[in-house]
């Protein structure tokens, strides 16, 4: 039985009780046109099974989205004749997760399409103490 929840707006539309506009389709995801969409082909990549986010998401399922997104970036690149493509995945209301179901963005880009060329992210300036601080935590 497929894990769902009742309250969550992309279970409906992953299992088709929500009309959207559907550019994809397996057993796995169901991938759609955004509704608020970046640019021209902003499409999601939405697993069929509820998980919140990343640190949910089953490593089978995980791999599998990262090859559905390789192939439709480059469906999507050759169809939409884009000048490039970014591949976003929030989690957290802090990083900007709005829809706590998993879900891929894919984002053709284009010369003219009016957004900033980079993330809208601050960069900031760590002392070499500092990275090799952040560095010690996290290495495996
Ligand atoms: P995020 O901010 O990463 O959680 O992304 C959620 C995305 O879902 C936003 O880009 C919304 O525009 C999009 N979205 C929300 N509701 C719908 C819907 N009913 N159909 C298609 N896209 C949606
Ligand atoms: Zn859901």
Redesign the pocket.
Known sequence: MKMKDANC?FCK?AAGE?P?KTIYEDETFRV?L???PATRGHA?IIPKEHYANIYELPEDTAAAAMVLAKKLASHIAEALTCDGFNIIQ?NGEIA????FHF?M?LIPRYEDDGNQDKLCLNHLELSEEELEGICQKLRK
């Open positions: 707006i539309i929500i959207s759609i955004d509704i608020n999601l929030n900007g997760q709005t829809v879900h963005h």
